[in-house]
Each structure stands twice: as C-alpha cells, then as structure tokens.
C-alpha cells in the first residue's frame, strides 16, 4: 500500500512538473503529511530527482534547436556550485524549521501566483475593450 502512496505522489510530481508548476509543491507536502518522511529526505528526494528531469529537457530543447549553448556554463556551473553550497548548510537547519521555511516559500509563491494570474486576467480585460472600443 505504501508504495502505491509513494507512486502516486511522484505521479503527481511530475504531472505537475511537466505543466510548469514545480512538482516539489505537491510533492514534498505529500512526502512529509501522507508518508511520514522527514522533510531533509523529502526535499533531497525533490532535489534528486531533478537530475533526470533537467537531463531529458535539456536533451529535448536542444534537439529542437532552442539551446543557447553560450550561456549553459554561465547558469549550470554557478546553479551545481549553490545546489551543493546550499544542501550542505542544509544540514544544520533543524526539520521543523526547515518544514516552516518551506511553508512560508509555498504561502509566498501562492501569492504572487494569484497576483500574477489577477493582473493577467485585467490586462485581458483592458485588451479587449481596447479593441471593442477601436
């Protein structure tokens, strides 16, 4: 029964990966509340499995010519170096806290993404009456 929780819940991952929205949202709370994982080993587990997913968009948009190779090494020297800066510091950080901080950054991106989804929907509106009126 368990791993039919833990399949759904990378299912979901990367459903929601793939849409654009980051799978570590649905995810991590899934891992953490439904499973009991701890939050380092949720998050690491989030972490890991970007490997493969950056490896097969990468794969992907250069087959399709949308690679700019100048910048690659400017972006994945500088992002590898943080990942392992970071999950390092990581360690210290007590899971409570840990689990806070992350519940404060999904309570944030929630907001902009409604602000954002607001300010879309009026500019529609405003474009439209644009046009009705012109």
Request: net charge positive; proline share 4%.
């Amino acid at each position: 029964m368990r791993f039919l929780v833990y399949l759904c819940a990378g299912a979901a991952g990367g459903v929601l990966g793939g849409m654009g929205m980051g799978g570590g949202c649905v995810l991590i709370p899934i891992l953490t509340v439904f499973c009991g994982v701890p939050q380092h080993l949720a998050q690491s587990v989030n972490l890991l499995t970007f490997l493969p997913m950056a490896a097969v968009s990468l794969c992907v948009h250069a087959k399709s010519g949308l690679l700019d190779a100048r910048g690659v090494l400017w972006t994945a020297v500088p992002a590898t170096l943080l990942s392992v800066a970071c999950g390092l510091f990581v360690q210290g950080i007590p899971g409570g806290a840990l689990r806070v901080g992350f519940g404060a950054f999904l309570c944030l991106l929630s907001l902009y993404q409604a602000v954002t989804g607001v300010k879309s929907l009026r500019g529609g509106r405003e474009k439209g009456r644009g046009a009705a009126a012109g």
